[in-house]
């Protein structure tokens, strides 16, 4: 019989470890590599996973408790509570809230699935980009200080749209590649005696995954499709005249140009290893590497388009 006490004073204490690992990680962004964080707020950083990790381990109580926690330290450091209030609600408490989403693939997490990693980001990540977006297209921004003016214009929604992923997208790209890095020793820690503890399921209504990891495939394919959005994403130059300044995507094609490029070099080692191998379901895997080397090359142009928008048709928008 499980003993309650212990399994709580468990989760406080990864309660508090995952609470304090997002807020030094927001704060490396912030202040210690300056270039992650974005001018009108927002940065690039590995929040998401800590408190995705939060809910998907600990359930959905603790894990608003620790993103509720987060998103009021992160608006104290920011000086938020001089922001429009429907500002504090969407940029920070909703928005940050959205993690307890990732508790629906708690069973799949102790299972040792580790699509359930990916499947809870993502979630967490599109839940989030949503309240940003209607935050972006609600508010009217004037120096500090905020009114509610609700503004749907087509110029406002793209604006948006672009401001939000710019950053939102390279954290999600990031927290994936190292969820899915940590997915084996993850699931390896799910085996302690502090784990089982935590864990609300009997062992006899789990079905364990025989893998412990993602195909490299898998992790391919999905790597690349969000890198596409973000080459995509990238190709749209925009210019802020309300904040009379030049706000522009085009730098995620450098990142989805880099990242693409990388993890080619991999797949082409990886297939020169297997190019001896006379195994039927190594040509078949044979197949679908080709297949992914064929839609990276697609990624790459879109991503170069990106970067050459920012001097071709977006030279205009970029530097009028």
Known sequence: MRNSKKRNIYQITLSSLFLSLSVIFA??????????????????????????????????????????????????????????????????????????????????YFEKKPQALIYALLSFAVLR?????????????????????????????????????????????????????????????????????????????????????????????????????GAIVGCIPYKSEEYASVFSMFYLGYISLAVTVIFDVFLIVKMLKEDKDKDEIKKVRKKYDIFLLVFSLFIIGVSILSILSYFTYGYDVYHS
């Open 129 to 229: 980009f949503i309240c940003h977006f209607f935050s972006g297209v609600l508010i009217e921004w004037n120096g500090d200080v905020g009114s509610l003016k609700p503004n749907f214009e087509l110029k406002n929604v793209i604006y948006s749209i672009t401001y939000n992923m710019s950053y939102i997208l390279p954290s999600t790209i990031i927290c994936a590649v190292c969820l899915i890095s940590l997915a084996k020793p993850l699931f390896i820690l799910n085996d302690t005696v502090m784990m089982k503890e935590i864990c609300p399921y009997s062992e006899d209504k789990l079905h364990f995954s025989k893998n412990t990891y993602l195909s490299f495939e898998k992790i391919l394919f999905t790597l690349f499709v969000v890198c596409l959005i």
């Open 27 to 108: 704060a490396i962004s912030k202040y210690v590599v300056p270039l992650f964080h974005m001018p009108n707020g927002g940065s690039i950083s590995l929040v998401m996973m800590f408190l995705t990790l939060a809910s998907l381990i600990l359930g959905p109580f603790y894990g608003l408790f620790v993103s509720l926690s987060f998103s009021l330290i992160n608006l104290t450091i920011d000086g938020g509570f001089s922001y429009n209030w429907m500002s504090i609600i969407l940029d920070y408490l909703v928005a940050f809230s959205c993690s307890v989403v990732c508790s629906i693939y708690r069973k799949q």
